[in-house]
């Protein structure tokens, strides 16, 4: 290896780089597309990235995590032994979907919930006419 002092530094920049987070606020390599479309993308998938990681907050002691969290642990893998760049990210891209989309999905059944139980819309509770007679 050589300048093997520094090989540290380009592991974790490697790893930034293909999480988007190096050099902060660039796209580095658009990859054949329009500047503007790697800018928009880069942005949708900042918007995604707190809801990703809010599920697998949710998700955080289902085995279903590991699954999703499979490959995020082996882009960044990849990335660290090879070169950081972001097309690797694309592999781990549709388990961070997954998990924003469970984050989106509680929030709005948290909210339907809370919606209903404010307006009243909850389901009747039995009434001693409606119940069963007791037993002799």
Do not use: C, Q
């Not at 290896?1 to 050099?23: E, F, I, M, S």
């Not at 995604?48 to 990681?53: D, E, N």
């Not at 097309?87 to 979907?97: C, G, K, P, S």
């Not at 307006?119 to 007679?133: L, N, Q």
Request: no cysteine.
């Amino acid at each position: 290896l050589d300048n093997a002092g520094r090989w540290p530094t380009v592991v974790a920049v490697r790893v930034l780089r293909t999480w988007d987070l190096h050099p902060p606020g660039k796209v580095t390599a658009n990859e054949g597309r329009p500047m503007s479309a790697a800018r928009l993308g880069t942005v949708a998938y900042f918007l995604l990235l707190p809801f990703a990681f809010a599920g697998a907050w949710l998700l955080r002691r289902r085995r279903e995590l590991a699954i999703l969290l499979g490959p995020v642990v082996l882009v960044t893998l990849s990335s660290a032994v090879g070169w950081g760049v972001s097309r690797f990210r694309h592999a781990a891209e549709i388990a961070l979907a997954v998990l924003a989309a469970y984050a989106l999905a509680h929030i709005g059944a948290r909210v339907i919930s809370r919606a209903r139980d404010r307006s009243g819309d909850r389901a009747p509770e039995p009434t001693a006419a409606a119940a069963p007679p007791a037993a002799p």
